[in-house]
């Protein structure tokens, strides 16, 4: 059995950290290259017992692209530069304005960022000695990021639209003298966040103001206009539905992967 800590801080480069206008140096308002403060935990453990073994590992924390896996970072949002501009308008400023303030605020504000949370785990099963069979199994996990972040502003490895990715893997090797023939089977799936269009315009202006943009999207026959309307009778799903304000997603679509490998080595 073991385990493992990981600390690790990284400065934001420019890319995420824009000049402002008229060629303003981002560092004059505070507006500078914050460091990223990340760790990840392990804890693993095999037992062996004759021609049987068993492994399992869990990985969790924050930002995993330093071990080739998913992970990143976002930029932190308040509750005032999310809504910002809403409540200007609702205060009677003009919308353009608004949207301007707001923007301009966070430009002068303090850049912070939060890491994505990763959680993953898998288990190995193997049994035989001259014909070996095994059996490999795992899931990584997009968690979110810490803190309320603007989804915009996502920095990393696939932490924008990768929720989960799960694989199996079964396997026999056969050993003849120092050559082993090898049979692997791969089944791979990854949940995306969803990317239907027409229907994500659909929910976020029913979220929003329970008005109907026609011109976001289009909603032909029967069962479009009972959709429309079940979603308006009680069941609406708000923007969160999809992701929510940590970057978390809930709406997925699965993409599955088929792989056979053959493999010969020769030992020396």
Do not use: C
């Amino acid at each position: 059995m073991g385990g493992t800590f990981d600390h690790r801080e990284i400065v934001v480069g420019d890319d995420a950290n824009p000049t402002l206008a008229g060629g303003m140096p981002n560092t004059v308002v505070g507006n500078n290259r914050n460091r990223v403060q990340m760790n990840t935990y392990q804890a693993f453990a095999q037992f062996k017992a004759d021609d049987f073994a068993i492994k399992i590992a869990t990985t969790m924390g924050d930002n995993y692209v330093n071990i080739n896996g998913i992970g990143g970072y976002g930029v932190k949002q308040t509750f005032l530069e999310r809504n910002l501009a809403t409540i200007a308008t609702q205060a009677g400023v003009d919308a353009t304005e608004a949207a301007q303030g707001a923007a301009a605020y966070s430009l002068l504000t303090k850049r912070e960022y939060s890491p994505f949370q990763i959680r993953s785990y898998w288990a190995e099963l193997v049994y035989g000695k001259n014909i070996e069979f095994g059996l490999l199994g795992g899931v990584t996990e997009n968690l979110g990021a810490r803190d309320e972040i603007d989804s915009s502003k996502l920095y990393g490895r696939a932490t924008g639209n990768l929720k989960q990715v799960t694989t199996i893997a079964p396997r026999v090797r056969f050993k003849s003298g120092r050559t082993v023939f090898g049979i692997e089977y791969n089944y791979s799936v990854a949940r995306y966040l969803e990317d239907d269009k027409n229907q994500r315009a659909l929910h976020a202006d029913i979220a929003d103001n329970y008005l109907i943009d026609g011109s976001n999207y289009s909603i032909a026959g029967t069962n479009g206009t009972a959709y429309l309307n079940k979603n308006i009778n009680g069941y609406l799903l708000a923007n969160d539905d999809y992701r929510d304000s940590k970057g978390k997603i809930n709406r997925t679509y699965s993409v599955a992967n088929h792989r056979i490998q053959l493999s010969v080595q020769q030992f020396f």
